[in-house]
């Protein structure tokens, strides 16, 4: 069966940059698309990034556009979000998805000083 195992979380000051790795167990082109959620302490899950596996076009939430960027390695059966200019609202889990409902773990991003 299909698997995502996440990694690149941790604990980063405000500004700094942190780059989330998702690692699936077969071909990202299996999915039309994979994408990047997050959820806080008491609030939904929410979207952060998707990208097309086979056009390569990417969507945004509006609250990290221009700061984070997903892109994908299909050799490597891998998708990743690059995430700069951190900021303490961006503290959440966050979870790599292969749509339509393949989820990963998640990994625990917190933005602090």
């Known amino acids: 069966q299909v698997q995502l195992v996440e990694s690149g979380g941790g604990l980063v000051q405000p500004g700094g940059s942190l780059r989330l790795s998702c690692s699936a167990s077969?071909?990202?082109?299996?999915?039309?698309?994979m994408g990047w959620y997050r959820q806080a302490p008491g609030k939904q899950r929410e979207l952060v990034a998707t990208?097309?596996?086979?056009?390569?076009?990417?969507n945004y939430a509006d609250s990290v556009k221009g700061r984070f960027t997903i892109s994908r390695d299909n050799a490597k059966n891998r998708v990743y979000l690059q995430m700069n200019s951190l900021k303490p609202e961006d503290t959440a889990v966050y979870y790599c998805?292969?749509?339509?409902?393949?989820w990963g773990q998640g990994t625990q991003v917190t933005v602090s000083s």
């Open positions: 077969r071909s990202i082109f299996t999915f039309s698309a």
């Open positions: 990208i097309n596996t086979s056009t390569g076009g990417t």
């Open positions: 998805n292969a749509q339509p409902n393949i």
